[in-house]
């Protein structure tokens, strides 16, 4: 079994809020994919990251989803489509095994 994120930015690049039916979409998107998804909407996450000696961040929102194999192609996919919609150079999706109790 794998855990699969998304972590995606709350605003795009000139502070403007996505509308929550962005979400909504990756979300319904992810629920008629996989067998359930999280969506951790509420409290965003701060994200921090270093370019040289100039610092960025941006609050972000993450959904995961647990399948049983990785399809690296169907995520680059999504990763692409997801960097569109939202405006990105770089979407983070990563992925690692986990055990269910």
Known sequence: MHLVQILLPCADNNGQLFESAEY????EDLAS?????????R???EGLWREGAEA???EIVIFEV??????LTDWRRRRVALERRFHQDKVIIRYMPIGVI
Do not use: N, Q
């Open 24 to 27: 909504d979409r990756v979300k």
């Open 56 to 58: 960025s961040h941006d």
């Open 66 to 71: 647990m399948t049983e194999e990785i399809d």
């Open 43 to 45: 409290a965003p996450a």
């Open 33 to 41: 994919s996989f067998d359930g998804v999280t969506a951790y909407l």
